[in-house]
């Protein structure tokens, strides 16, 4: 196909994006932000070194081979940070436009705390992030009220709106990939997310195919976003929470975060530390063995469940994707510019394996900038690159008009398989009825009896290989049997349920979940901060007392969270259980070997009247 081919393809689909109120950056050109770049590396154990000043750097230069040995991060800069009469002038100026006192129609007011929507354990894992915050690499608070301004004079010269494409043709499926790049992530100083850095890099992709008539239709759509990755990232094109303007999909970026929603709405999500992934992941298994064994056996409840709950390990954000500040694409406040086609020829997005900003050395890599479209940040190429089917977990799906044949051919594999292992229950059948046929031989012979107990041995195993052959069958006979019918299904027009893939689905919070009131928010502020402070205070001056204080601490503290949570019922119903567990545990300790002797005599009057009451019948 030709550029211009795919160039209308992309067109024709290119999405629509609704920013939040309050949102500062946008799809830019990054040759514009190049241009305002510097290039630098940063080699082990040394100062980083500026390699191309600002002014002087274009895409070209930065597609050029470097070499500085292993190790070496190049990384750019596009912001110094402001000097700090500067700041002080731009926040006052912010503060005027928050409350009210300027011009701006473009100010965020979070609402309801994040804090106040999760529990104790949470608020303290967040406590101890944004402590090791002070610690690790950052990117300092004023860069991004600097990259802010930059990014405004940048657009009062020229207006630019811009994504980049590109058009794959795998598996009967044209994937149309779309890059969105920011020049500044400010989710944690603008929006109180997890992270500053500097660039973002952030794509959709629309998943067409090709009909029996020649014309393209589109399938699936698939956002990138936080936490959620194969399956869950894809949506059908006539799932009811894709919302479209005709055929363009509608996007909800995240404020300052740029991640990709379906729906409007305010996003809880959850960021994981690395340092206790494997905590994490035990008990994720431990919950799921729970859930699917105990807890749920006897149910039909959906695998969404599981994640109904945020994990204590995991550090709680919201995500303001509420779609109420400047829209892009066709029908919006702003269209789209000319897009740009990404070909691997580009030296700069093939090339250049470094940072797209600044290089702050965060362990967590969450204030680094990130890599390019190609590439993540240790230079790998991205899987979101490489295989866009297997990136959405689309590999495994056959586009709708090859279907049919697709299972035809899948038929044909379980036929083959079935008179196999006919073939091998026969021959199974066989060997049995030999070994049969010699153990009614050696019946009769007493000198053989170490023979028939191996021959017995070798019979059970073959009986037992015979009855999984047969199992096995009956698996692929009834396999077969749901693949006519949803042959069947498919020649009918019939589709299955547009969300059959999903495990966890991407839904903002409820009405309900966000309604907390002031106080709960207040609350939900300091407690942490306040049971720190009071574990200090009973250390001090109450050590003599010192379980007595804490248990007390604790205890006013639960209360107060269940009140303003409106739980204060449940709490009290939970602390009468657990005082009844508990009395009773300590009457079993006090009274163990009376209780033992006492079980002892029940069982054994029980065994004989039981024995009685056979010899009676």
């Not at 011009?103 to 309801?112: I, K, L, R, T």
């Not at 999500?269 to 035990?282: R, W």
Request: net charge negative; with cysteine; charged share 25%.
């Amino acid at each position: 196909m030709t550029s211009e081919a795919d160039l209308a393809l992309l067109r024709r689909f290119e999405p629509v994006l609704r920013c939040t109120r309050g949102e500062k950056f946008f799809p830019m050109d990054v040759a514009t932000y190049v241009d305002m770049c510097s290039l630098w590396v940063q080699r082990p154990n040394q100062l980083p070194q500026r390699l191309v000043p600002q002014g002087e750097l274009t895409l070209d230069l930065l597609g050029e081979h470097r070499v500085h040995g292993n190790g070496a991060v190049y990384f750019l800069k596009f912001i110094e940070p402001m000097n700090l009469r500067d700041l002080a002038t731009q926040r006052l100026r912010d503060l005027r436009e928050e409350f009210g006192f300027g011009q701006s129609d473009n100010v965020f007011h979070a609402g309801p705390g994040r804090l106040a929507r999760v529990g104790y354990s949470s608020r303290f894992v967040d406590a101890l992030f944004n402590l090791t915050l002070l610690a690790r690499g950052r990117v300092p608070g004023d860069t991004a009220v600097a990259a802010a301004l930059a990014y405004k004079q940048m657009m009062a010269e020229a207006e630019v709106y811009r994504y980049y494409g590109r058009v794959v043709r795998q598996s009967s499926w044209i994937a149309l990939q779309y890059w969105f790049f920011y020049p500044f992530n400010d989710w944690r100083s603008g929006f109180f997310g997890a992270n500053d850095h500097e660039a973002d890099w952030e794509m959709i992709y629309v998943y067409l195919y090709e009909d029996d008539d020649g014309s393209v239709q589109p399938e699936w759509v698939a956002y990138a976003s936080h936490d959620y990755s194969g399956d869950d990232l894809r949506r059908r094109w006539d799932d009811p929470d894709l919302e479209k303007v005709g055929e363009h999909p509608v996007v909800y970026p995240g404020a300052g975060s740029h991640a990709s929603y379906y729906e409007r709405g305010e996003y809880l999500t959850e960021l994981e530390l690395p340092l206790i992934k494997p905590v994490v992941e035990f008990i994720d298994q431990a919950q799921t063995f729970w859930e699917r064994n105990i807890l749920y056996r006897n149910t039909t409840v959906t695998r969404q469940a599981k994640w109904s709950n945020f994990s204590i390990f995991k550090i709680p954000f919201i995500d303001y994707a509420r779609g109420d500040g400047l829209s892009i694409g066709p029908g919006a406040d702003r269209p789209w510019s000319e897009p740009m086609l990404l070909d691997e020829s580009q030296g700069w997005l093939s090339q250049y394996r470094g940072l797209w900003g600044l290089y702050t050395k965060d362990p967590l890599s969450g204030e680094d900038a990130p890599a390019g479209p190609m590439f993540n940040r240790d230079g790998s190429v991205r899987q979101s690159w490489y295989a866009p089917l297997g990136w959405s977990g689309l590999v495994k799906v056959s586009p709708p008009n090859k279907r049919l044949a697709q299972i035809e051919r899948q038929r044909q594999v379980l036929a083959d398989h079935k008179q196999e292992l006919k073939v091998q229950i026969n021959e199974q059948r066989q060997v049995l009825l030999g070994l049969g046929i010699e153990r009614g031989a050696m019946q009769d012979q007493p000198y053989m009896r170490q023979r028939i107990a191996e021959h017995e041995e070798k019979m059970t195993a073959v009986a037992r290989k015979l009855d999984e052959l047969k199992a096995e069958l009956s698996t692929d006979e009834a396999l077969d049997q749901a693949l006519q019918q949803y042959a069947q299904r498919i020649h009918e027009g019939v589709r299955g349920p547009a969300r059959g893939h999903l495990r966890r689905i991407h839904h903002p919070m409820s009405e309900e979940g966000m309604r907390v009131n002031r106080f709960a928010e207040t609350w939900a502020a300091i407690s942490i901060g306040l049971l720190m402070v009071g574990f200090v205070l009973v250390l001090l001056f109450a050590s003599q007392f010192l379980l007595l204080g804490l248990g007390t601490l604790l205890t006013v503290f639960v209360f107060i969270e269940a009140t303003f949570r409106g739980r204060i019922n449940r709490l009290l119903n939970s602390v009468t259980v657990a005082l009844a567990i508990v009395a009773a545990l300590l009457l079993f300790f006090r009274f163990f070997w009376e209780i033992v002797v006492v079980a002892v005599l029940v069982a054994g009057t029980y065994i004989m009247w039981q024995n009685i009451r056979e010899l009676r019948h």
